[in-house]
């Protein structure tokens, strides 16, 4: 058993805390050099980038509160691609946006746009295999992530309560936001 | 001539404590109290309690990967990965790049060199051992006798909770005796349901889990600079309150008020210095993690609290005419009997209702549901010993968003909601002694220090394997008693050693110095003034968390270790 085989057991036998992508990021010890990962330039061109933030904001759309691109959800999936997922996991995800331009994306209604991402979203559902990594669980998970752990997204969202002092059993109240402590991080 | 006096004598003590952890903390505040001038000799770098907690106040947006765990690090980090892949948290444990070891079988070695060591990334779960194990080995002929008894340990393990502070629930266990306790943690109502359904219909005990948390701090807990719990759930970033048990919380601040205390970092002490004319240890040798400057220091005794793994490989690299095969280990005990606990094997369940009722406040700990395998009426199993869990009930928050179908506005509006409630048990098995499962050092690997790599072969028997059916079942057994929903069981084959992250027994303590490495004071049987009071000295693992044992070995040994002193017995 090799140490990603281990790790990646590991985190499956303790709950699954970790997701599949995030397992095989750890997938680095064969396939990248200590250069690659030492001040690699930006691996999405300026479409990729494009179709990239408007998934994003299709997943977490700015409503009554800010949206994905409002919080800066795009520069911090750049970040993680680079420095927290291996080569191959980085293709997948450059496959996944290339085929979104294929489909002419970026020109498409906003409609139209969601009818795309739920076909996305069926098709990877459809073709999951444990273990395996997808496009779209990758940009939904990062998004997810992102916002949720922005200043904008988290006041926005919830009830910050970083030293809340006591622990209580309390009953909900209507309209009740959703307590968050900050030890997610 | 004289100057080489005045040397020796600057680095001469009364006491030398290796490793400056969770039981390094005990006896060096032990020690001191008792009038003892001690050197405190720590490996790893200095962490300054609450000043060096620098992610302790930090927000999640604060965090440039937002608390995951970046590739690099994932490789640096790889043994402690589950333990440690947040970003607010890798520092405080060990680089395994920096400090390799081999696995023959496979091990995971997790470790915190820096002051204070595990002590500042537990769990906190506490729990006394029981009268039975103490007695588990001699009566089904496991392993060897263990030369003292649980009544020896009562008045230390009291002494010990007093000073820790435990928040927990008395209920007058047998398997699980009462500590000294602080109020308990709130249940959730779910939990409550669970509680109550279990006893009812399985006529087994559920408490709140016992952890060294303060839930109401005492004047002795204040003393110290300690204060209450804040329920925010980031202790392995360090507490800046002292919520928790630590050494650098609790027993390190102790210690320094006596004006009695030294403690030096970043020294790695290589082997203990024997003297050849009475066979009494007279020193150790230390080397400069920084500078590879190697210096001697000395003292009338000493205490090893490196960790499990680290005292015992401190040991047998003090290699001399006497002892060919490491200090103290004509038994050829050293490195044998590696235990550790078996855990990721359990229960999950789904829970339906309870849809009002939330929670205030994170809270740090969860259920504990005592051994009741093999133990009072049970009918005698297909395997020895038994099994604890640990676990509760909680609300999925945003982060289930990850992986729940759907997106845009309502998917949104959703993950601000709290979302269902799920419960998960996890399973904290024994290990039984068996010598065959030991470490060693390697007779050419070293590391950068040229100190030899440590080489771990171990791993679970056929009655840890058949035990962990049970925790399957049992655990899925209990969820549905409560009528649960979608209770799923795991059991991952491939879980090895290491991850319980309770390593120990690999200089057992006994009565008979042919078959075991300390006598019943902790103390080499063979070089009487080497104290071992961490985990090494475990002739037997129990299923319960460790740490509160070891401490009350620490303590009793050290009032012993004084006694012998007086008396001029060292
Ligand atoms: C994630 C995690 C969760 C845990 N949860 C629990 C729990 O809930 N309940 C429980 O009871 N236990 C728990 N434990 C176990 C607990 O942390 C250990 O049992 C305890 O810390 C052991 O104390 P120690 O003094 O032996 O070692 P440590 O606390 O590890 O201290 C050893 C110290 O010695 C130093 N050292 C090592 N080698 C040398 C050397 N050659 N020279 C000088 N210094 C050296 C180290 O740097 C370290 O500071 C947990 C452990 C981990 C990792
Ligand atoms: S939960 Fe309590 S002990 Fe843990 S960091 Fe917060 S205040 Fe400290």
Aim: with cysteine; aromatic share 10%.
């Amino acid at each position: 058993m090799n140490r990603r085989e281990a790790l990646s057991r590991v985190s499956l036998m303790l709950g699954g805390t970790l997701s599949a992508p995030t397992l095989l990021a750890f997938d680095r010890w064969n396939q990248m050099t200590p250069e690659s990962r030492v001040n690699s330039p930006s691996i999405l061109n300026e479409e990729q980038r494009e179709i990239m933030a408007r998934v994003a904001e299709r997943i977490i759309p700015k409503t009554d509160t800010p949206g994905a691109i409002d919080v800066g959800v795009p520069a911090f999936i750049e970040l993680m691609l680079r420095e927290g997922y291996t080569k191959p996991v980085q293709d997948t995800f450059l496959t996944g946006l290339g085929d979104l331009a294929g489909k002419g994306f970026l020109t498409a209604s906003a409609d139209q746009q969601t009818t795309l991402l739920k076909q996305v979203e069926a098709q990877t559902l459809a073709n999951a295999k444990a273990g395996s990594v997808s496009f779209w669980q990758l940009i939904k998970e990062l998004t997810v992530w992102g916002y949720f752990t922005s200043e904008a997204g988290i006041k926005s969202s919830f009830d910050y309560q970083p030293i809340p002092g006591k622990f209580e059993a309390i009953k909900i109240r209507p309209g009740q936001k959703d307590f968050m402590y900050g030890n997610q991080v | 001539m004289n100057l080489n006096i005045n040397a020796q004598k600057a680095q001469t003590y009364d006491a030398i404590v290796v490793g400056s952890g969770m039981t390094g903390g005990w006896a060096a505040k032990e020690l001191t109290e008792k009038g003892l001038n001690v050197l405190v000799l720590e490996r790893g770098y200095e962490i300054k309690h609450v000043e060096d907690y620098k992610t302790a106040m930090q927000d999640p947006w604060e965090f440039e990967h937002r608390g995951k765990i970046t590739t690099v690090a994932a490789e640096e980090h790889y043994a402690s990965m589950f333990f440690s892949a947040k970003e607010g948290s890798q520092f405080n444990f060990t680089n395994d790049k920096e400090h390799p070891y081999i696995q023959k079988r496979p091990f995971n070695w997790i470790r915190g060199y820096h002051t204070g060591g595990k002590s500042l990334i537990w769990g906190k779960h506490t729990y006394r051992w029981n009268r039975e194990d103490f007695l588990a080995n001699t009566k089904e002929g496991i392993g060897i006798d263990w030369p003292i008894r649980y009544e020896e340990l009562v008045p230390w393990y009291t002494y010990i909770e007093k000073f820790v502070g435990i928040s927990g629930q008395a209920e007058g266990l047998a398997v699980l005796p009462d500590s000294t306790f602080l109020p308990p943690m709130a249940m959730t109502a779910p939990e409550v349901h669970f509680k109550k359904s279990v006893a009812q219909k399985l006529n087994r005990p559920i408490t709140i889990g016992r952890v060294a948390h303060l839930t109401k701090p005492q004047p002795w807990h204040t003393a110290v600079g300690r204060a209450s719990c804040q329920f925010r759930n980031r202790c392995t970033r360090g507490c800046p309150y002292g919520g928790y048990f630590s050494s650098l919380a609790a027993t390190l601040p102790a210690a320094r008020s006596t004006n009695r205390l030294t403690i030096l970092h970043n020294a790695i002490v290589k082997e203990i210095i024997l003297d050849d004319h009475d066979q009494k240890a007279k020193g150790v040798r230390v080397i400069d993690q920084n500078t590879m400057e190697v210096r001697e220091f000395y003292a009338k005794v000493l205490f090893l609290n490196a960790g499990t793994i680290g005292s015992t490989s401190i040991l047998m690299n003090s290699k001399s005419a006497r002892f060919p095969n490491g200090l103290g280990n004509d038994s050829d005990q050293l490195g044998r009997n590696l235990m550790d606990h078996h855990l990721a094997v359990g229960a999950r369940a789904d829970i339906e209702g309870f849809e009002d009722d939330y929670y205030f406040g994170a809270r740090p700990g969860s259920l504990y549901i005592p051994r009741f395998r093999n133990w009072g009426n049970d009918k005698k199993r297909d395997y020895l010993r038994g099994f604890g869990y640990q676990g509760g009930a909680a609300r999925a928050d945003w982060s289930r968003g990850s992986t729940e179908p759907g997106f845009g506005a309502d998917f949104k509006k959703r993950l601000t909601q709290p979302g269902p409630w799920k419960m998960s048990l996890t399973g904290f098995g024994e290990v039984l002694p068996d010598p065959n499962n030991r470490f060693y050092l390697s007779p050419d690997k070293t590391d950068k220090w040229g100190l030899p790599q440590v080489v771990f072969d171990a791993d679970f028997s056929a009655n840890d394997r058949a035990m962990r059916k049970d925790i399957m079942n049992d655990g899925a057994e209990m969820l549905e008693a409560a009528g649960f929903k979608n209770v799923t069981t795991y059991d991952n084959p491939a879980a090895h050693m290491g991850l319980g992250i309770h390593e120990m027994g690999t200089a057992r303590m006994g009565k008979d110095p042919k078959t075991s490495v300390l006598n019943k004071y902790n103390q080499v049987h063979t070089c009487k003034n080497v104290f071992v009071t961490d985990g090494s000295a475990m002739a037997s693992a129990s299923n319960v968390n460790p740490s509160l044992t070891y401490m009350a070995l620490t303590a009793r040994a050290a009032s012993y270790a004084v006694a012998q002193l007086k008396a001029k017995n060292l």
